[in-house]
């Protein structure tokens, strides 16, 4: 899609159609909405006075102009009640909007971002409409052969404003939202791809591609490096697979050389059967998106890189698949990690902890700051937070806090567990240092405790995603399927890490 800022009326847009928000407890139409009333002759007041359009969140109505105005339709979304509004909502708003643009077969659409006296500052809103916009408008169809034609597309999208300064500001934060946005369509795209055409050794050269023409350097590793440092744990999940296996490294340096990079890692498991412990046929399909944490990763390079932040970063991805075989991993095997530590298997569905131990050990090469790792961890996490709210467990009071504050920017909501001490017991083994499954009480602490005890002496933060990664229906601004969630969250919490550092 194409994003440009105009200079200019609302009323004088080249694009068929045009968008203008209203308040859900405001009695007249305000800011955009107001003027645009005025320019129509009253057409849109029209809607409040004969109770067909109240602007609750995300409601929209469709005014014809009637030819009193260039543009051929308004589209009116409603923002809710204005004490509660906030980017979120924005967001959700403009998504709701541009997707009735698209059912209207209406390809361009302007809006401008005045909505009255709002305690928003302008970059936020800019930053907010347009990612709004973008994530909504998402569509997965490289696969559909049939009727492509009648795929509906939005292809541009002006913002009108008409005092210099201001569009200065909006299009700094429009190149920054769809840079963050593009970043979350190509990690949707990775989660969503079946894993006949998402496999380890694929899943490395999108990472490859994404480097290409960026400040990244990338490194894959293969089963013989992977033999040489003992990573036992990652090469036991990936036996039962004729895929090789891949470690997937990406250096991001913006910052200082002298500065501790902040080092991501993200779960890699490009198909999870299960193993031996093999998961039931029902939704087995949706295990393609087990990658999410990787591929998450891989999106953050990404924008960063586009972003040109000042930080240091550090992305490893442990990819593998996870089937059943003659050479499969079982039950009851001993494995020793890159660490030294042993680890009685079991379960061989609890495969992601796996690889991740060893991933921990390879990322204290690079004497990180902190360590964040992106999961599709457990099931049990989705049982204690649903399918909305990531869960986050760590070692570090300052470091949760920084990624609650990008929660709240970014609506990416996340919600602590706790790791008590006790519950270590569930992860001890009679024959091995740990078993890597405590049981299916504490089921998401337990594995998160299993981690940890793979983590250097630095700063970590567990974030299991397995809930919001693959939604079964649509939300706002995130349409059904894969959600690219995590990658929005953590620029967020790097784009004001050199500041509060």
């Given amino acids: 899609m194409k994003i440009t800022v105009h200079k200019g009326e609302l009323r004088n847009s080249s694009t068929r159609a045009v968008v203008v928000g209203h308040f859900e407890d405001s009695k007249v139409l305000v800011g955009a909405a107001s003027t645009l009333d005025k320019n129509c002759n009253g057409l849109i007041g029209e809607l409040l006075k004969d109770g067909t359009y109240e602007g609750k969140l995300f409601e929209t109505a469709v005014v014809n102009t009637k030819g009193l105005i260039k543009p051929e339709r308004v589209v009116v979304v409603g923002l809710g009640k204005k004490g509660e509004f906030d980017p979120e909502k924005l967001r959700g708003a403009y998504s709701k909007a541009a997707r009735t643009i698209r059912d209207l077969h209406i390809t361009g659409f302007s809006s401008s971002l005045d909505f009255g006296k709002i305690k928003l500052t302008l970059d936020t809103v800019a930053e907010s409409a347009v990612e709004g916009v973008l994530l909504g408008l998402y569509q997965f169809t490289r696969f559909k052969t049939i009727d492509r034609y009648q795929i509906r597309t939005v292809d541009e999208f002006i913002i009108m404003e008409t005092d210099d300064e201001s569009i200065n500001v909006i299009e700094t934060a429009a190149k920054t939202a769809e840079n963050i946005s593009n970043a979350v369509y190509y990690s949707r795209d990775l989660v ?23 400040n990244i350097k990338v490194t894959v590793m293969g089963e013989p490096f992977m033999k040489r440092l003992g990573m036992n744990a990652l090469l036991s999940v990936a036996r039962g697979s004729n895929e090789p296996p891949k470690l997937i490294a990406m250096e991001y340096n913006g910052g200082k050389k002298s500065e501790k990079p902040v080092v991501l890692v993200g779960k890699g498991i490009t198909f999870d059967s299960g193993g031996i412990s093999i998961k039931p046929a029902e939704r087995m399909e949706e295990m393609k998106s087990d990658m999410a944490g990787g591929s998450a990763v891989i ?26 075989g003659g050479r499969a991993y079982k039950p009851g ?8 530590k042993t680890i009685e298997v079991i379960s061989t569905d609890a495969e992601g902890r796996l690889i991740l131990a060893d991933a921990f050990s390879y990322a204290e090469k690079y004497n990180p700051k902190v360590l964040i790792d992106m999961a599709t961890l457990t099931g049990a996490c989705i049982i204690a937070l649903g399918d909305l709210i990531v869960g986050m467990m760590g070692t570090d009071e300052e470091l949760k806090g920084r990624i609650r504050e990008a929660s709240e920017a970014t609506g990416e909501r996340v919600w602590e567990l706790p790791l008590p001490e006790e519950y270590n017991e569930l992860i001890k083994s009679d024959v091995a240092d740990f078993k890597n499954t405590g049981g299916r009480p504490g089921g998401a602490i337990t594995a998160a405790l299993f981690l940890q005890k793979f983590v250097g002496d630095y700063p970590w933060v567990h974030l299991d995603i397995a809930g919001p990664a693959l939604l079964a229906k649509d939300r706002p601004y995130i349409p059904k399927g894969a959600s690219g969630v995590g990658v929005r969250l953590m620029v967020a919490f790097l784009r004001k890490w050199k500041i509060k550092k």
């Avoid at 999106?299 to 059943?324: F, K, Q, S, Y």
């Avoid at 095997?333 to 030294?340: F, I, K």
């Fill in 192 to 214: 969503a791809t079946p894993s006949n055409e998402m496999t380890p050794t694929i899943l490395a050269d999108r990472a490859r591609q994404v480097a290409r023409k960026r």
């Fill in 299 to 324: 999106g953050i390079m990404m924008a960063i890189a586009d972003l040109r932040l000042p930080v240091n970063v550090v992305g490893i991805i442990p990819a593998t698949e996870n089937l059943p």
């Fill in 333 to 340: 095997d001993v494995l020793q990690s890159m660490s030294g």
